[in-house]
């Protein structure tokens, strides 16, 4: 009987160590993006990204040397839920107001594009507003994008993103992780060259034509390690370096 109570009060004792040791590790947290292009400074910026008390974003601004692209998104929530964000241009003016629309955890309407996901929470569809869209299938080891635009030309493979398991995505921000939308957003911020999806952070990738000829590949190339998330990504195409980004984390 003694060593059964003792047996007991150990493991009790290691489940209380093991739940204390999880519940303390803190999540990590995107908190700076510095692009570097490799010849013209003046497209060089850095996005600060800010978080309220609760660690929903509050606001992300973007500064460099070129005044043009000086400006900052700001958001809003209700109930712990992200209801709108406003975008100001160089000069601090509003321009554009955005309006959340959800379904459960997801975000199915936002900006001018509304999202279709899957049972695993996956993109499956993003919608232009002049009804062009990308329709996306999920396998093991990539993820391919298929375009289809408005008029009679069919849809086609366009896009493939291969992922590179070994990395953690920096992208896939805490606590809108079921948000595509936001996650775009605060990319394309940086660069209208990235697709999405963030289970997995990315390798390689293909781009082809109506035609099905490859256009260009490329990769990003990810270099450093805090926690798993690089410290930096190289993103090159057909060889060339595009841009550099630096992370910083909480």
Not at 29 to 45: D, E, F, G, Q, V
Not at 91 to 107: D, E, M, P, Y
Request: net charge positive; aromatic share 16%.
């Amino acid at each position: 009987m003694k060593k059964t109570l003792y047996l007991l009060l150990a493991i009790g004792i290691m489940a209380a160590c093991k739940k204390e040791s999880t519940s303390t590790d803190a999540p990590v947290i995107l908190k700076s993006i510095t692009y570097t292009h490799p010849s013209n400074a003046l497209l060089n910026r850095v996005y600060n990204i800010y978080r309220n008390a609760g660690k929903l974003i509050d606001s992300v601004v973007i500064t460099g040397s070129d005044p043009s692209v000086y400006k900052r998104l700001v958001f809003y929530h209700t109930a712990e839920r992200l209801d709108s964000v406003l975008q100001y241009n160089s000069s601090n003016t509003l321009s554009i107001r955005s309006i959340a629309t959800w379904s459960g955890n997801n975000l199915i309407a936002f900006w001018t594009l509304s999202y279709q996901y899957d049972s695993e929470n996956r993109l499956t569809r993003k919608t232009y507003s002049n009804g062009s869209f990308f329709r996306v299938e999920h396998f093991a080891d990539s993820s391919v994008f298929n375009y289809d635009a408005i008029g009679t030309d069919p849809e086609y493979k366009s896009y493939v993103q291969y992922y590179n398991k070994s990395v953690k995505n920096p992208f896939k921000i805490y606590k809108y992780e079921n948000a595509y939308a936001i996650n775009n957003l605060v990319f394309n911020a940086i660069s209208s060259d990235f697709h999405g999806l963030y289970t997995y952070a990315y390798g390689n990738f293909n781009e082809y034509n109506l035609a099905g000829s490859l256009t260009s590949k490329g990769t990003y190339s990810h270099s450093g390690n805090f926690k798993g998330y690089p410290l930096s990504s190289q993103y090159i195409v057909n060889g060339t370096t595009n841009y550099t980004l630096t992370f910083t984390y909480e």
